[in-house]
């Protein structure tokens, strides 16, 4: 059975903190997402990977970064936390080589920054 | 700028019916369109996509229609069942860089299926 988790599912932070958001896989995946999650704005994707060591900025990178070291696990950095990243993160991964492009998700971690 | 768009933010219908669960795109580049399902507390889990090649696929209760011309697709759920209640993420696959897909998505509609 295919499992991506990731390490909280609440988080309480106060702003300035740095703040990491870890996700692993099992499923040999070359692909990894970041996404969050907002009312009425739906999953906007932050960062993603396509292999160890590579990175592309999402549609919203500002404010955040990413390492991905080994295949199996993609982190989420918040540099410095604001207020306006209280939400939910979802952690997903791929195949490269996957047709219908189906990616597999975490159950989330539901941030909120103080 | 929304290139997904699920512009019913919630739908209410009874057990028994037919769902009709609607998504807007803008990008002709989209090649493939996905659906997934997200209940409270857990991560959007994969349930029927379909290529741009094809007009409808279907699994089981779900089916999902697309409309190319009209940049439009649907899911139909029939008969709709309590434990269908979620939110439901539409979702269209484009190329980025680097050869990897990326998937864009709308911004969910809630079903509520009622006894």
């Known amino acids: 059975d295919v499992k991506v988790t990731q390490s909280s599912r609440y988080l309480v932070k106060r702003t300035g903190e740095k703040v990491f958001l870890e996700c692993v896989q099992d499923?040999?995946?070359?692909?990894m997402f970041w996404y969050r999650q907002d009312p009425g704005l739906g999953l906007r994707l932050i960062y993603f990977?396509?292999?160890?060591?590579?990175?592309e900025k999402g549609d919203i990178p500002e404010g955040y970064s990413v390492s991905r070291e080994k295949k199996e696990r993609f982190s989420l950095i918040l540099e410095s936390a604001s207020t306006n990243q209280t939400s939910m993160y979802l952690c997903?991964?791929?195949?490269?080589?996957?047709?219908?492009?189906?990616?597999?998700f975490g159950p989330g971690t539901r941030l909120t920054v103080l | 700028d929304q290139q997904v768009k699920q512009n019913s933010p919630s739908l209410s219908v009874q057990e028994g019916r037919i769902s009709i669960l609607n998504c807007d795109y803008t990008?002709?580049?989209?090649?493939?369109f996905l659906w997934y399902k997200k209940y409270p507390a857990e991560g959007p889990t994969f349930l029927i996509s379909?290529?741009?090649i094809k007009d409808k696929n279907e699994d089981g209760r779900f089916t999902v229609f697309l409309n190319k011309s009209a940049k439009h697709l649907s899911l139909h759920i029939v008969p709709s069942q309590p434990g269908d209640s979620a939110v439901y993420f539409c979702?269209?696959?484009?190329?980025w860089g680097q050869g990897a897909q990326k998937l864009v998505f709308g911004q969910g509609t809630r079903l509520t299926i009622n006894p």
């Open positions: 979702a269209a696959s484009a190329l």
């Open positions: 990008n002709s580049m989209f090649d493939y």
């Open positions: 379909i290529s741009s």
């Open positions: 499923m040999d995946h070359e692909n």
């Open positions: 990977s396509y292999d160890v060591k590579m990175k």
């Open positions: 997903a991964s791929s195949l490269s080589s996957g047709l219908d492009n189906e990616q597999f």
